[in-house]
């Protein structure tokens, strides 16, 4: 059986065409995801998107994010795997859940899901929905001069099927920030907690170009009285920003990084061709929580050893145990979860492009027979460091081949920085792939190559690369890459075809490391990721 939230969706673009009138209508308005978001537009001022625009938007719809229960994630990192694990341990206890995320991997419909299966909403479902508000929205539309976005309308269409399928709970991911999010039109009536993942450097312009401008956006999302999680851990002075504004607001503050929190991994195995991390998920928290105006000395405890976690990695881990931190403040909060739903719903977790090993077949699908390919949409140096740490901790003696392709707005030499640290990397072919589906943030090959050639200098790495007349000869000769004057040498190419990188990456890997263990890395973006999957299923 796949585990659940494993969304390998063979026929989604089959099942697409039937919304081609509703997705021509999405591309018709603003995508940020595909032209870049502007700088401040993530920040509570004067230059952050207009949050009443979508308030309007949704007053005109009837108020749908007032009629069911929320828990609003925001985040640098971790938002999208916590939502899935805290969506899991809902529907594994039964609940009917309704889950907006972003962005996708193979078609919108993976945004949104409802009930209790955890499968992406139905293209019937949309198309319906989308024919009887279109007046709506195109009144909205001319009321707003054009200015609503293509994130705003599927936000509002995602609370509307929440509310029209009665769920009893939804888990929403903010999308920016926090503060100006289009998500962030949750009251304090309708929030079960807030969850605040981590705060690290990335859409720094949008967000006010430094750490404490981003813990005060994605601090936004803290309601009056209700509870605020945090998943961290945190630098002491941004945890101080998030827990000064749960103060200001009378909001009780649960920790996931706190001491008494003790989970660890015991050991990678594998099950069904694919890895999995063992794990003791051991928290024990205690907070007063104040809630109607009474105080409670509320213990939250839960110890569930030997959790087989299909997420790999220590910041997984995190993860998993901020989802359980959440599960246990709904516990707290009236809401019937039992350990063993949660432990369920931590097992079953699976999301496409985070630390995705493909299987053989899959691997046969692309052409690259017997190869170990891992799929991880890595694009910042802390989740690129967190990616090694987890092929390191899984795989201590495996030599890397890696196929990049990244988008323009993120740090490239930072990104290469934690990869050729790490001392074991054969080759990495830089390539492109569109953003969004476009091409306007799309990063071009040469760029990320002359990152990656100045940080290798940087560090001492002799590497070979295609800016070279050596590396012309070698290739144009088709000398072995294993030959005793380049086997200590790190190979860095450009090619714009994926395709072909993921077979060059393959040939120079097979040569190198012969009957040792070698591993394609597929990363730099969820684009890339898609673009190999929709490649594998083509």
């Not at 940020?32 to 625009?53: C, H, I, N, Q, W």
């Not at 599927?154 to 399928?165: C, I, K, S």
């Not at 009236?334 to 977790?349: M, Q, V």
């Not at 792939?433 to 002799?462: F, H, M, P, Y």
Request: glycine share 8%; with cysteine; aromatic share 6%.
């Amino acid at each position: 059986m796949k585990p659940m939230g494993y969304k390998r969706a063979i026929h989604s673009q089959a099942e697409d065409l039937e919304m081609k009138d509703f997705m021509d209508y999405l591309d018709s308005l603003k995508n940020y995801e595909k032209s870049g978001v502007p700088k401040g537009a993530g920040t509570d001022s004067d230059d952050g998107f207009d949050l009443g625009r979508m308030r309007r938007l949704m007053e005109r719809l009837g108020n749908p994010q007032s009629k069911f229960k929320a828990v609003h994630i925001a985040g640098t990192k971790g938002k999208g795997s916590t939502a899935a694990f805290l969506s899991n341990i809902l529907r594994a206890e039964g609940y009917s859940v309704g889950s907006y995320t972003s962005p996708h991997i193979q078609t919108i419909r993976e945004r949104i899901s409802l009930g209790r299966s955890g499968e992406p909403v139905s293209a019937k479902a949309i198309n319906c929905l989308f024919h009887r508000i279109k007046q709506n929205l195109d009144q909205a539309i001319k009321q707003e001069n054009g200015c609503i976005s293509h994130f705003e309308v599927f936000t509002a269409m995602a609370f509307l099927l929440f509310a029209e399928v009665n769920v009893d709970i939804a888990v929403i991911e903010a999308g920016l920030g926090g503060a100006r999010d289009a998500t962030n039109v949750i009251c304090s009536n309708g929030l079960a907690a807030s969850v605040i993942t981590t705060v690290g450097e990335e859409h720094l312009a949008a967000l006010g170009g430094s750490l404490e401008t981003i813990a005060v956006a994605k601090s936004g999302i803290i309601k009056q009285g209700r509870p605020l999680v945090l998943g961290g851990p945190f630098f002491p002075h941004i945890e101080c920003i998030l827990r000064d504004k749960a103060a200001s607001m009378g909001s009780p503050v649960v920790s996931a990084s706190d001491a008494g929190n003790r989970s660890t991994i015991r050991s990678v195995s594998m099950l069904n061709g694919r890895p999995y991390q063992s794990c003791d998920v051991v928290i024990n928290v205690e907070r007063d929580l104040k809630l109607n105006l009474w105080v409670y000395l509320s213990t939250q405890f839960c110890e569930l050893p030997d959790v087989k976690l299909r997420m790999l990695g220590s910041h997984q881990l995190q993860n998993a145990a901020t989802g359980t931190c959440v599960a246990l403040c709904l516990r707290n909060l009236g809401w019937k979860i039992s350990d063993g739903s949660i432990r369920a719903g931590l097992e079953h977790t699976y999301l496409l492009g985070r630390s995705q090993f493909l299987t053989s077949k899959e691997a046969e699908a692309l052409g690259l027979n017997g190869a170990m390919i891992l799929l991880d949409g890595a694009h910042t140096k802390e989740s690129a460091k967190a990616l090694m740490n987890t092929i390191k901790m899984a795989f201590p003696e495996a030599r890397l081949a890696l196929v990049v392709a990244m988008a323009s707005d993120k740090d490239h030499v930072g990104f290469a920085r934690e990869f050729l640290s790490g001392r074991n990397v054969e080759t990495v072919f830089l390539t492109e792939a569109n953003i969004a589906g476009g091409v306007t943030r799309r990063t071009s090959a040469a760029i990320l190559r002359d990152c990656w050639v100045q940080v290798s200098k940087e560090l001492g790495i002799s590497s070979l690369h295609d800016g070279m007349t050596e590396y012309k000869e070698l290739f144009k000769d088709q000398v072995s890459c294993s030959s005793s004057n380049l086997a200590h040498r790190t190979i860095l190419a450009t090619e714009a075809s994926l395709m072909l990188s993921l077979k060059n990456v393959n040939q120079i890997l097979r040569s190198r490391v012969g009957n040792k263990m070698g591993i394609i890395v597929v990363t730099g973006s969820l684009h890339i990721v898609s673009a190999v999957l929709n490649s594998q299923v083509g």
